[in-house]
């Protein structure tokens, strides 16, 4: 018997066939026209491949699948090659045996044939393979690769499609929508550097295609993943699973994890080690679940809101996420403001320029004194920094007007007043400030919570938990409190918080916004730890720029080979804008900032900003010898008035670098 659907595209085509054949004549009777669909003629420019099944044909030998392709101009797209095609079909939760999750499973990974119509249709013949069900939900996958039509001139963008029908071609009746790949693409904003596949990478629901969930040889998607991110300290904590798996509409199933346990997918995390005899990694299954035999009775004991004896698997998870969260809502209570700050200029040779100070630190809406605010950790301070202005000429630079100096008062050693901590700091560097330019003061405060109660402690001790609470960053010159920065914005909050969701993962204070940051990891900061060679040192550099760059590439000398090729960076790490606020990423901006300093030995050594920067990834000699030659880049400088202007941008315009490491202006 042959269940057949015809939609109402292919049906719409076929009336035309029967009613005005006489219009597709090209003029000469008896001979072929040009290929092409009826009424219209074959595309010639395909910008945009478009494909849809129009038509499925079950019997129990075959399945006829036919789908059309077409341009963003309703072209019939005609001699498409090299088409990969495949089908799967989904066994819901329970098919087999209770307790048994969802799962894609590939019947087919070709076509038994694939004919092109000549006129935007194919046609797919799959045979029924002995795991055919036809009351289960049908899948297929087409992949276009990026290429030419079979003519050798039409070029075709790379283009992935997927159908989900049931066998008789109506309507699914189930699916496996876990995760929205929304929020894949959140990190992995090129899927290409994740998933093999062609200039605009691979759809995540395409993957599935292949690591379905009945493969033995081949590890299932589910283990791909969870194994990855568990593997390269998936931020935030791996543990919180509504990262991935969110509420999301379309995405019904996105609480299988909590509701479906399941040993494949229990056992990527809770295993006795990993086999990796065969070259792909494998659990090993620990005990408790092989005197299991199989899923059936794994929700009788863990099931999502528990059972009273054991914890239910979302609290099981989410445990430490809520506990964090709350953690935070008590030290919210804590705010930090700095309401004032007034630069004096020296009074005599004798004595220091200074800034007066009002930080106000209140808990609950209520100013109090840090000084005896025990439950305050001990890094409650201000850290100061200088400014670099955008255009600055490096050789005018000297010893004694570095930038990133840092100055970290006390606030406990200000003196309270109903309006907050009045603290006053000289310093010799306040008084190379120039006229307009701004000093950043970054104030925090942690406060110490009781591990227990969750609750603010009295006095911090070994029981207690030491939480960011609270940090601001003010800029002030010597016309006081200034509400804008004179520094251009490279990177924003928002783009850092994109991957990294939990600040405190990462940075050592927590909380901390990219302006905070760069109050310590300012420029000419070199920071601690020293390298043999100038090349390592220049690396291991703490200025913000040398940091993030080398981090994300993976290419930080100082870090251990343990802590080395583990960053794992999600995205493509040659794409600027990835990070970068509109072409902020220009040499041309770059080169007018200030040297980079680097330990190497007992010695500071100074390097070109543009130079040290596109060596954060190009490190290698010969990459090192063309900065120097072609660019006039310094390397190595004892002082930072001996690093030259560097010449970079004449040749490496924005659209250069942009078109080198192929930047989504």
């Known amino acids: 018997m042959t269940n057949q659907k015809q939609l109402w595209r292919l049906s719409a085509i076929a009336a035309v066939m029967a009613t005005g054949l006489t219009a597709c004549s090209d003029g000469n009777d008896g001979k072929d026209g040009e290929p092409g669909r009826p009424g219209g003629p074959a595309a010639t420019v395909i910008n945009d491949l478009i494909l849809d099944v129009t038509n499925v044909e079950t019997t129990d030998e075959t399945m006829l699948v036919t789908f059309l392709a077409t341009n963003e101009r309703d072209e019939a797209v005609v001699g498409l090659d090299n088409i990969a095609v495949r089908r799967t079909q989904l066994h819901p939760v329970g098919a087999e045996s209770v307790g048994d999750r969802a799962g894609w499973q590939n019947l087919n990974k070709a076509p038994l044939s694939l004919d092109d119509q000549g006129n935007g249709y194919y046609v797919a013949e799959f045979e029924q393979t002995m795991g055919f069900n036809a009351n289960l939900t049908q899948k297929v996958g087409i992949a276009v690769p990026p290429g030419f039509l079979k003519d050798g001139k039409t070029a075709v963008p790379y283009t992935e499609y997927l159908e989900a029908f049931a066998a008789d071609g109506g309507m699914a009746r189930e699916d496996k929508n876990v995760v929205d790949p929304a929020t894949c693409h959140a990190c992995h904003s090129d899927t290409q550097s994740i998933y093999h596949g062609y200039d605009r990478g691979t759809n995540f629901e395409t993957c599935i295609m292949c690591h379905d969930d009945f493969e033995s040889q081949r590890r299932d998607l589910t283990l791909i993943v969870h194994d990855k991110h568990v593997l390269s300290g998936f931020d935030p904590a791996y543990k919180d699973c509504t990262t991935c798996h969110v509420d999301a509409e379309g995405y019904g199933e996105w609480g299988n994890w909590m509701n479906t346990p399941t040993i494949e997918s229990c056992s990527v995390c809770h295993n006795d080690g990993i086999d990796d005899s065969t070259g792909r990694r494998f659990p090993i299954i620990n005990n408790h679940m092989k005197a299991q035999g199989d899923n059936s009775q794994c929700a009788a004991c863990h099931t999502a809101e528990g059972t009273g004896v054991v914890i239910g698997t979302y609290d099981a998870h989410m445990n430490g996420s809520s506990q964090l969260d709350a953690k935070r809502a008590l030290a919210d209570k804590v705010t930090v403001e700095v309401v004032s700050a007034v630069y004096n200029e020296a009074a005599d040779a004798d004595s220091l320029p200074s800034v007066d100070l009002l930080i106000d630190v209140q808990l609950d809406g209520t100013s109090i004194d840090v000084s005896t605010a025990d439950f305050l950790g001990y890094y409650s301070r201000g850290t100061f920094y200088q400014g670099v202005p955008l255009k600055m000429n490096a050789n005018a630079l000297s010893d004694a007007r570095e930038n990133g100096t ?260």
């Open 406 to 665: 840092k100055v970290e008062p006390n606030l406990a050693d200000g003196v309270f007043t109903e309006n907050g901590m009045a603290l006053t700091v000289e310093h010799e560097r306040f008084g190379y400030l120039l006229p307009g330019e701004q000093i950043g003061v970054y104030a925090f405060v942690e406060a110490c919570l009781d591990a227990n109660s969750d609750t603010l402690t009295e006095a911090c001790n070994e029981d207690s938990v030491l939480v960011s609470a609270a940090e601001t960053v003010a800029l002030f010159n010597q016309n006081g409190i200034q509400t804008e920065d004179t520094r251009r914005t490279v990177v924003s909050n928002e783009t850092c918080r994109s991957c990294h969701a939990d600040p405190e993962v990462i940075y050592h204070y927590g909380r901390e916004t990219e302006q905070g940051c760069q109050t310590c990891h300012a420029a000419l900061y070199a920071g601690y730890g020293a390298a043999d060679n100038m090349t390592d040192g220049m690396l291991n550099s703490s200025d913000f720029k040398m940091m993030v760059h080398t981090l994300h590439a993976d290419n930080r000398p100082r870090r251990t080979e343990a802590e080395r090729n583990v960053t794992n960076y999600p995205a493509a790490v040659s794409d600027c804008a990835q990070c970068h606020e509109g072409n902020t990423f220009g040499l041309d901006l770059v080169q007018q900032t200030a040297p980079v300093a680097g330990n190497v030995n007992e010695d500071v050594l100074y390097t070109s900003p543009a130079a040290a920067t596109c060596a954060s990834c190009h490190s290698d000699d010969s990459a090192i010898n063309h900065m120097k030659q072609a660019g006039g880049a310094t390397f190595g400088a004892d002082t930072p008035d001996l690093v030259g202007v560097e010449t970079c941008a004449v040749c490496h315009s924005v659209e250069d670098i942009a078109g080198y490491h192929s930047v989504k202006l």
